[in-house]
């Protein structure tokens, strides 16, 4: 059910320079999804009534992969005044009379899982504080806003990092960017906020200590996970969260069924899907929104993005984007799917085989060095090691199709646009440019022509031509000799 009196402002207008990106900050990625996706995915999880983000730098990318994700989400354009106080009070007046409470979160901080947050808004709801600020305890502070007490114990204030004293600066707890306030306390206090500071930004931080001067109640929530409660500012961070976030829905998985041997190797999306008594074998990706059924191997050394494997399939060493793998297909070693692939079940794609665009049926078999390119092969069809459907004509790409129980000899070349019919065979290396009817064998052979003495005659003193002549001279001894028995 609705929160109707809960409502969520994501602020995603920052650069990050210390990313030292051309993208946004907010949208580089970890599992699958943009910083800010995570961030989306967890206040959608909240239920509330609304969910606001903030944009500026980059507005356009960055709303775009907002609404990519959300399209429910409402993109409020940040102004020329700096500030993460200036974009609260813009995401306000969006929100019009709403009288309720306000959840403040970071587009950069991905890993605060819901249950956190679910408690954050009920221990401001049963404190009735004017807000509620999440704070951590860190070895290290540097960067960060702190959370400075008064004698009591109680929050008075957050000061910044370059507004900090050195006594300040000691602190180690410190302001991880998530609030709880109260509609109408907030949007009567920030309007108060100035820019005289350091940075000559409107820090939202300043609203805090505005409400404790003004004598309400001002609340603190330690956040029970410190590392979760951190923002992504450096691309040492972004791999530290990746990894965080990567154990965790390795153990998710786990739990829901899925054998995974190795997984500080194993590599899951949060957008992928796993069925139990899958099996993840080491050094093995499963990426964006793939999905495993039940019963299949996955790995080692298997890239799958965006793929589809059936129940039972077994994928070895494979790199596979945008394909399907049929039931009880086997696919691999060193295999390439590319996108529009799609296997039958029961089907083989073997060992240095690369399949585009193409459509395998049911138990046919591709087993090894081939290129299957824009083809449709049929049921219980074997193709010979060394298979190609040529289908580029330096123009245009054209379709090969061969029909139900083809078996093809090794070293076929199928010139595009080409049919083999039901049940036909074709010879050892040949070229099909001509369509070939249900139950023929096509073949494409020149006569055999052999020249005596070409290599003695035209590579003279190579070790060929000297063992060549010796052959000869023994061949021609023995045929003396039975000459003479004879």
């Not at 775009?64 to 974009?87: C, I, K, Y």
């Not at 690369?354 to 083809?375: A, F, Q, R």
Request: overall charge negative; some cysteine.
């Amino acid at each position: 059910m609705t929160d109707t009196q809960l409502a969520v402002v994501v602020l995603a207008a920052g650069q990050g320079t210390r990313m030292k990106s051309a993208l946004p900050k907010v949208l580089h990625g970890i599992g699958g999804r943009p910083l800010v996706g995570h961030v989306l995915d967890t206040a959608q999880g909240l239920a509330p009534a609304r969910v606001l983000v903030v944009v500026r730098h980059e507005r356009d990318l960055v709303a775009s992969a907002v609404l990519d994700a959300h399209p429910e989400a409402t993109v409020v354009d940040q102004d020329e005044v700096p500030g993460t106080g200036r974009a609260v009070e813009i995401a306000l007046a969006e929100l019009g009379d709403f009288d309720g409470d306000v959840l403040v979160l970071s587009g950069d901080v991905p890993l605060l899982d819901g249950a956190t947050l679910t408690t954050l808004v009920s221990t401001h709801r049963g404190s009735g504080a004017a807000v509620t600020v999440m704070s951590a305890v860190v070895d290290d502070a540097t960067g960060y806003g702190r959370v400075i007490r008064g004698g009591s114990g109680n929050l008075e204030r957050i000061v910044e990092q370059k507004d900090a004293t050195p006594d300040e600066a000691s602190v180690t707890e410190i302001n991880v960017g998530v609030y709880v306030f109260r509609a109408g306390d907030l949007r009567t206090h920030i309007a108060l906020v100035g820019t005289a500071n350091a940075q000559g930004e409107k820090y939202l931080t300043d609203v805090v200590g505005l409400l404790h001067d003004s004598r309400l109640p001002v609340a603190v929530s330690t956040a029970p996970d410190a590392a979760a409660a951190l923002g992504v500012n450096d691309r040492v961070q972004l791999a530290e969260a990746a990894r965080t976030l990567n154990a965790r829905t390795v153990r998710r998985w786990q739990l829901e069924g899925a054998t995974i041997l190795d997984p500080a190797t194993t590599w899951i999306d949060v957008t992928a899907k796993l069925a139990p008594d899958v099996t993840v074998l080491p050094n093995t990706h499963i990426l964006r929104a793939t999905v495993v059924d039940e019963g299949a191997v996955i790995g080692p050394d298997t890239s799958l993005v965006d793929c589809e494997v059936g129940e039972g399939a077994v994928v070895t060493r494979t790199d596979a984007t945008l394909a399907v793998i049929g039931a009880g297909a086997n696919v691999g070693p060193f295999a390439y799917l590319r996108p529009g692939a799609i296997l039958g079940a029961k089907g083989k794609i073997g060992t240095f085989v690369e399949v585009k665009n193409s459509t395998i049926g049911e138990d046919s078999k591709v087993p090894h060095l081939s290129y299957i390119g824009d083809s449709t092969i049929g049921r219980h069809v074997n193709l010979g090691a060394g298979a190609i459907t040529a289908n580029y004509d330096d123009l245009a790409k054209h379709r090969t199709e061969i029909g139900d129980e083809v078996h093809s000899g090794s070293h076929n070349v199928f010139v595009a646009p080409v049919r083999v019919g039901d049940g036909a065979k074709t010879g050892a290396g040949a070229v099909i440019r001509k369509d070939v009817p249900a139950g023929a064998l096509a073949l494409s052979v020149a006569p055999q022509r052999n020249i005596e003495g070409w290599v003695e005659k035209n590579r003279p003193g190579t070790g060929a031509a000297d063992v060549a002549a010796r052959a000869r001279s023994a061949q021609k001894a023995g045929d003396g000799a039975q000459d003479e028995d004879g």
